[in-house]
């Protein structure tokens, strides 16, 4: 075939210039599905009954479809027209597209999938009430390879693109990490509300889920900054939420109202990754060579620094002072029934914070680092 | 000498029927047996209409009301629901129109989210030319159903689940296999090598991942199962003091149902209406009001003068809540020379129903069913209606019984069916009054918002969950004495 003779630098040069169309589209299927996430949680935390059509849903289906078109184009155009395109990509079942056009494609089957299994799924068991259900966590998984899709696509085009183009790449890779980031705080949200943040289990969580991405994205990156670009685009995108969906009126549809909110409730405020996430970047700059002992001081870096700030945020968090526009603190939804203990820690006695579990935290987060660092270095190579 | 000689049979029967019971009852046994839909006749102000809520069998989930104008018409018809437990006042989202029914005059439809178990009420305001009213139609609202997958769907899922496994294979494959080499170069033998090596990898822990899922899912479903609504179980014994019989029932009401449902309460001034029904021919019941008998969750009642034999209990409760149920069971009653008096609004009727349409109630007097001739059809809403004839061949007006014109029962011959009817529908008129009083702030009138107790027509408004033989008990007070008739009904398979 005439593809294996084209040279790298050949293909990049087309493919640069035939495909710039994939960083907007990326950055508005990534946005589009994380922020009808957050819209979809708002509303169901508010109204409670929704349609087929509601536009938080509309927001997750056009990222759906967005993902699942763009990446079926890529493939068909790799396998069938262009020769250029069949050389930087890879083969699955007799087709040839780039590694991120699959995984896109992959996650839009995924959400495809979950339509008719969640609609099963709410006859059997019920409308659910809570965010993770297996359907749910289909979904999700959809969403987070279209996001994974969108990431390694952008990725490939950097790691083999020229110092200008791969530039404008990096960046927009930095934008896709921020989103993947907010899905996963998004699908946490539960999990991580300022009630669990003097628990135990609060800091391992976050010490396993987040150094993983944010260490790979730093390692593959070519910027200089990219983790806090990344966690600045996560504390973005989530403020922003976080201001404007109060300012719409919305009022409960379903019953037990349990306290009658009469605006939409705004997510909770961001957490303060950015912190950790400039001290991943500082020591990746400084600390070169050496992974394992990379990954011990960003696992030490992040839980402690981020156990720091968190810690005393969520003090902040359930007084009464963080109700107001900017923190947006104590906001619940219609279905919560307003009891003191909704502004108290819960589960301290029996997983309160302690040195030993911060320790314990400390080595998950620095094997999250680990595997952060062996994904980021082979997402470096990454061109195709 | 008949009971031994009946025993052994007996007992293998009595399994049975209880087997049956206990299969039925969880599926469909709160506030009556397998006739999960509530029905409720009565007004909303100056409005007469019928209201049947069919409940959704899952919670969350979605039931569908149909409200049914029996006179002034309306110019909006709206529906509410009204949780036990929610907010007085704030509670309950703002009322959803319910939409006129095309073709059929005075017919609305709608459909409400009961979003958490328990007890419920459906608000129906109702607004035209005559001014607005509203009523109340208690629900309970719980998980009964258990869905299984047909085999479409689950064909369905096979194929888009084996479509991302093997999907997810492919690209972990192919990722390892050539993502990271330069454009246009063949994979050499070690990175095929690697491909190799990462998809089988892929293979198992991808599977290892449908696994971890699958069992969730088991977990989500046991889950499910142990909360889906079971009536509190009855045992029930007879024992003979002084020559006389007594029922005595004891059930296991546990704390966390108590703090669900909230302690019992009375709906026509008694804690339980229990019905005895003597199988396997139908041919004595009893509708006796046991008292609780010092222990807590034990009720005992004398038995009245019926025959010994096998017979199918059903005991009506109401909670705190405005939760109703239906308890089951069944108990052999063994032969007796004397009975001792009871509750004063215990009655008892033995003997098979007599050839309509004059049905003689004794002293003279009868209970005629309208219509006898018509057929009956399943899953179609409908009015029995009887008219009590006096001795003198009038029609007169049944003394309250109860504070009801009149009381019915409904059973399938095979016991899948059970329900206690009253004109004003299926519904327990102490939820009714629990919930008008919560709405208007003050104590209601029990009655209020039903037909008068004086309407000489006595008319039961159902809707026959399937189709089959049934038999239908009547009782309404004349000169002092509970009369009751007996009737046999041919129920048709449902042509929608």
Not at chain 2, 169 to 187: D, F, K, M, N
Not at chain 2, 276 to 305: Q, S, W, Y
């Amino acid at each position: 075939m005439t593809t294996v003779t084209v040279s790298g630098v050949e293909v990049e040069s087309r493919s640069t210039s035939t495909v710039p169309w994939i960083i907007p589209l990326a950055a508005v299927a990534t946005t589009s599905i994380v922020v009808g996430s957050m819209w979809d949680i708002s509303w169901h935390r508010t109204i409670g009954r929704d349609t087929f059509w509601t536009p938080a849903h509309l927001a997750i289906y056009l990222g759906g479809i967005l993902a699942g078109l763009s990446g079926s184009w890529l493939i068909l155009r790799a396998t069938f027209a262009q020769a250029a395109d069949a050389a930087a990509a890879v083969r699955v079942w007799g087709f040839r597209g780039p590694l991120g056009a699959w995984i896109a494609l992959w996650g839009a089957t995924a959400m495809l999938t979950s339509a008719p299994f969640d609609d099963w799924w709410h006859n059997a068991y019920g409308l659910d009430v809570k965010i993770l259900s297996p359907p749910h966590a289909v979904l999700g998984l959809g969403m987070i390879a279209i996001q994974l899709g969108m990431m390694v696509l952008l990725l490939s085009y950097q790691n083999r693109g020229t110092v200008g183009g791969s530039r404008v790449f990096a960046r927009a890779f930095t934008y896709a990490v921020g989103a993947l980031v907010l899905m996963l705080s998004t699908i946490l949200m539960e999990e991580v509300l300022p009630n669990n943040q003097h628990r135990a289990i609060f800091y391992k969580t976050t010490g396993c889920v987040f150094p993983l991405f944010l260490v790979a994205a730093a390692r593959a990156s070519s910027l200089r900054w990219p983790a806090t670009g990344a966690a600045a685009v996560y504390t973005a995108i989530s403020l922003l939420m976080t201001w404007i969906l109060p300012l719409f009126p919305g009022r409960p549809l379903l019953a037990p109202i349990y306290i009658p909110v009469d605006h939409m409730v705004p997510p909770p405020f961001p957490l303060l990754l950015i912190v950790p996430a400039v001290a991943i970047d500082w020591l990746m700059q400084r600390v070169r060579g050496r992974d394992w002992l990379l990954s011990l001081m960003l696992g030490a870096a992040f839980v402690w620094l981020f156990f720091v700030v968190q810690f005393w945020l969520s003090e902040f968090m359930l007084t009464p002072a963080s109700e107001h526009w900017f923190f947006a603190g104590r906001q619940w939804g219609y279905q919560t029934r307003p009891t003191p203990w909704l502004h108290k820690f819960w589960w301290v006695v029996i997983d309160g914070v302690t040195p030993r579990s911060l320790l314990v935290a400390t080595l998950m987060a620095a094997a999250s680092a680990r595997v952060g660092l062996w994904w980021g270095n082979w997402m470096r190579r990454v061109v195709r | 000498m008949v009971g031994e000689l009946d025993a052994p049979g007996g007992a293998v029967r009595r399994r049975l029927v209880a087997a049956l019971l206990a299969l039925l009852a969880p599926a469909v046994a709160f506030a009556h047996v397998g006739s999960p839909d509530v029905i409720f006749e009565g007004t909303a102000g100056p409005y007469p209409l019928r209201v049947i809520v069919r409940t959704p069998g899952v919670i969350p989930g979605l039931a569908d009301v149909v409200v049914r104008l029996l006179g002034e018409p309306a110019s909006e018809v709206a529906l509410q629901p009204v949780p036990w437990d929610a907010p007085k006042g704030s509670g309950a989202p703002p009322p959803d129109r319910a939409e006129p029914v095309r073709g059929e005059k005075g017919l609305y439809s709608g459909s409400l989210w009961l979003m958490s178990g328990g007890s419920y009420a459906v608000r129906v305001e109702v607004k035209g030319a005559a001014g607005s009213g509203s009523v109340m139609v208690p629900v309970a609202a719980v998980a009964t159903r258990t869905l299984e997958m047909t085999w479409g769907m689950t064909a369905v899922l096979l194929v888009l689940a084996g479509l991302l496994y093997f999907g997810m294979v492919s690209i972990v494959t192919a990722a390892t296999r050539e993502a990271v080499l330069p454009p246009g170069e063949i994979p050499d033998t070690r990175r095929r090598l690697y491909g190799y090596i990462a998809r089988a990898i892929a293979l198992l822990l991808v599977a290892a991942a449908y696994g971890g899922g699958m069992q969730w899912w088991r977990n989500v479903d046991a889950l499910y199962q142990k909360r889906l609504y079971r009536p509190i179980r009855l045992a029930t014994t007879v024992r003979t003091v002084s020559d006389a019989r007594v029922l005595r029932l004891a059930f296991d009401d546990d704390e966390e149902r108590e703090q669900q449902f909230g302690a019992l309460m009375p709906d026509h001034g008694k804690l339980m209406h229990l019905f005895l029904i003597r199988e396997p021919a139908l041919d004595a019941i009893a509708h006796l009001h046991p008292t609780p008998a010092g222990k807590r969750d034990v009720f005992e009642a004398p038995l009245p003068a019926v025959p010994a034999g096998r017979y199918r209990l059903y005991a009506d409760i109401t909670h705190e809540s405005g939760f109703a149920q239906t308890l089951t069971d069944s108990v052999v009653v063994p032969a007796s020379a004397s009975a001792r008096a009871g509750d004063p609004d215990d009655s008892w009727h033995t003997g098979a129903p007599a050839a309509e349409p004059a049905t003689n109630v004794g002293g003279g007097y009868a209970l005629v069913r309208d219509g006898a001739g018509a057929t009956l059809t399943a899953k179609t809403e409908q009015a029995l209606r009887f008219r009590l004839i006096d001795p003198q061949g009038a029609m007169v007006a049944p003394e309250p019984y109860m504070g009801m014109a009149a009381h019915a029962v409904i059973t399938r011959d095979d016991g899948s069916v059970f329900v206690h009817l009253h004109p004003s529908g299926t519904i327990s008129m102490a939820s009714r009054m629990l919930f008008e009083s919560d709405s208007k702030g003050a104590a209601a009138d029990p009655h209020a918002g039903h037909h008068p107790a004086v309407d000489p027509v006595l008319s039961f408004p159902y809707e026959f969950p399937q189709p089959g033989r049934y038999r239908m008990w009547v009782q309404a007070k004349a000169a002092g004495v509970v009369r009751t008739g007996a009737y046999d009904l041919i129920v048709a398979p449902s042509t929608r």
